[in-house]
């Protein structure tokens, strides 16, 4: 179970930091979110809101345009509830996102990082691949941001840690870059066995370059 635990929260490629962003899109922070990776050279995977992503959804093209992975974090920013409204948002917004960004996503992050039971059963029957996130910045990890967050000290600071993020990566020899070439692998466990996942705060960002 640990072990599954382990992928479950993003484990991938020991050469490789998978960078994502979560909450989004918004249109006034998102774009400078683009911004700040393009000049740092590097691709990211975009966990997206879908009832954001049906209000902007020239955020979704612009993603897609720039080369980044667009994936689901819901229909709304609640925690996934297995039943059918919970099937039916899941639907909705990987029919959203395809029909934005021409391609269907592959990856699902549950709102404030809760994974209830049944719910992995869910996702899954949706076609989609469950992805938490890790604490640090080390090889085989996954990194969780935001762009998007109430405060704009808040996602401000976060375009701040990008260069950040990227140069530390860099001078340890890591690649970084969406989950798509992260390597994630599927847990090998029984779905059954999950209750709840570690509680998955929003990432303090600023710990999280502290701590690589």
Request: net charge positive.
């Amino acid at each position: 179970m640990i072990g599954g635990l382990r992928r479950l929260c993003g484990a991938g490629d020991a050469g490789h930091v998978a960078l994502t962003f979560d909450d989004g899109p918004d249109p006034v922070s998102t774009p400078y979110f683009v911004d700040a990776l393009a000049a740092a050279e590097v691709r990211a995977t975009f966990f997206v809101v879908g009832e954001r992503l049906h209000r902007h959804r020239w955020l979704g093209r612009l993603l897609a345009s720039a080369g980044h992975e667009l994936a689901v974090h819901g229909w709304r920013h609640t925690p996934l509830v297995p039943g059918r409204a919970a099937r039916r948002g899941l639907y909705r917004t990987v029919n959203l996102i395809t029909d934005v960004t021409g391609m269907p996503p592959r990856w699902f992050r549950p709102p404030y990082g809760v994974v209830l039971p049944g719910s992995l059963r869910l996702v899954r029957a949706v076609g989609l691949e469950p992805v938490l996130c890790g604490r640090r910045v080390r090889g085989g990890a996954t990194v969780l941001l935001h762009d998007r967050t109430r405060a704009e000290a808040a996602w401000r600071a976060g375009i701040a840690l990008v260069p950040r993020i990227v140069a530390m990566c860099r001078r340890r020899g890591l690649r970084i870059g969406p989950l798509g070439e992260h390597g994630v692998q599927r847990p090998a466990m029984p779905l059954r066995s999950v209750i709840h996942a570690p509680l998955a705060r929003r990432t303090d960002a600023h710990r999280v370059v502290r701590d690589g």
